[in-house]
């Protein structure tokens, strides 16, 4: 699956685990996801490349027990089928 594509799937996952999205320049810094006042905020550094933008979010889903994990496996492993 292309980047930008699995990114798009990964970010509804997200929105239907709760999170609202953001997607703001953040100049590398590692910081990606967190609770504010019981809002669950999901940061997307603009100032990533796609697939390291694809790992900073998958790697917020993969802590969080209220996300999907058989579909966010299904997600991420498309891209390993498709380089194979």
Same mark, same amino acid.
């Given at each position: 699956m292309h980047p930008v594509r $699995?990114?798009?799937?990964?970010?509804l996952l997200a929105q239907q685990a709760g999170? $609202?999205?953001r997607q703001e320049w953040l100049e590398g810094v590692s910081f990606a996801g967190c609770r504010l006042g019981g809002r669950k905020l999901l940061f997307v550094d603009l100032a990533l490349e796609t697939p390291e933008q694809v790992e900073q979010v998958a790697q917020v889903l993969l802590s969080d027990p209220e996300v999907d994990q058989h579909r966010l496996a299904q997600i991420l492993g498309s891209s390993d089928k498709q380089a194979a």
């Open positions: $699995q990114l798009k799937q990964l970010l999170y $609202q999205i």
